[in-house]
């Protein structure tokens, strides 16, 4: 079991016993700490999963409904177009009014695995790296390099054009219920952040395609000329207990002027790379790899196998703490006044 932050058991051991679903995963163990795809197979969509969320503005938790009111008719919020901006731009969602939660509620969604179907960067890989990205593979999995080390290697190893390499990713499954599920967060003002450990081209122009506007922040893929890449790691953090070359769990520090202002982080994801984020996060939907380790962990989280069956989840737990929420805020705005 992973070490867990101060912070993190004293959470815990104010909360009590939690109530967790996560079941059996499979998937290996890969250098990109999103590298795992779990399924699980016995769970079916829209299955009721007992969840538990850290949120300061309802007791610290809220315990699992059966049916949730209907989510408001409409919120002045639109998709954005294809082709409108710069899909890393920081202006997001586009908004004509604004909505209660808008600046409540902060989602992080992982890409590889999560909103792809597979792993892009081993299909990237695999496709035009120089047969040598294996023995690299191999080299972090005996633990003898970080995963940050690892990536920058065998992104080095890759013949080709950016040409080919944007044709190829233009090909790139993704969950069939993620177009849904992201019109689902604009009807209710959440704002979305695409969190990926993986390479920014493709994220981006996996996005681009679908035409959502929303950031990016993930490892930076840079083209040197010809057939040849380099990687940047921009959101590495020195002293990253994962050496990811996006340290996640950055983006979820606990911060008592979140809590304050009645504001909560949520995590969206399935792999490694996700870990210590679950571990600071105030709402955790979890698959594959990230299911199994929340559970061993005793990390309060909701298990789900794809965008179908997590939207009912998210959109009762953002009904649920619309109250809270909008409370909080409002007693905010009267101290600033």
């Known amino acids: 079991m992973p070490r867990r932050c101060g912070k993190c058991r004293e959470i815990l051991a104010a909360q009590g016993p939690q109530d967790l679903v996560a079941p059996p995963v499979t998937g290996s163990s890969r250098c990109r700490s999103a590298r795992s795809v779990g399924r ?39 998709l954005a177009n294809e082709g409108a901006g710069d899909v890393g731009s920081p202006s997001g969602v586009r908004t004509t009014e604004r909505h209660p939660l808008h600046s409540s509620i902060s989602l992080y969604i992982d890409f590889d695995g999560t909103i792809s179907l597979e792993d892009t960067t081993d299909l990237i890989l695999q496709r035009f790296a120089d047969p040598a990205w294996e023995a690299v593979e191999e080299s972090w999995a005996r633990g003898e390099i970080g995963s940050r080390d690892c990536m920058a290697r065998q992104v080095a190893l890759l013949r080709v054009t950016p040409a080919e390499f944007d044709s190829f990713a233009a090909g790139i499954g993704v969950d069939p219920d993620f177009p849904a599920f992201m019109a689902l967060c604009h009807r209710h003002g959440v704002p979305v952040t695409v969190l990926s450990d993986g390479l920014d081209r493709v994220a981006r122009g996996v996005l681009r395609r679908l035409g959502f506007d929303v950031p990016v922040l993930s490892n930076r893929l840079r083209w040197q000329g010809d057939d040849r890449w380099q990687l940047e790691f921009p959101h590495a953090r020195p002293g990253c207990a994962s050496a990811a070359g996006n340290c996640k769990c950055s983006r979820f520090a606990v911060s008592a002027g979140r809590a304050a202002d009645g504001r909560v982080a949520a995590l969206i994801g399935d792999g490694r790379s996700d870990f210590c984020a679950a571990e ?49 805020l409002r007693n905010g705005l009267r101290q600033r006044a």
């Open 280 to 328: 600071q996060a105030d709402a955790v939907f979890a698959k594959g790899k990230l299911a199994r380790h929340c559970q061993e962990a005793g990390i309060p989280h909701a298990a789900f196998t794809g965008f179908g069956d997590l939207a009912p989840l998210f959109e009762e737990w953002v009904e649920r703490i619309r109250p809270a929420a909008v409370s909080e």
């Open 40 to 78: 699980h197979d016995h769970q079916k969509p829209g299955e009721a999963t007992k969840f538990v969320a850290r949120f300061p503005g309802n007791g610290g938790r809220f315990p699992p409904r059966n049916g949730a009111d209907p989510p408001p008719s409409g919120s002045g919020l639109s």
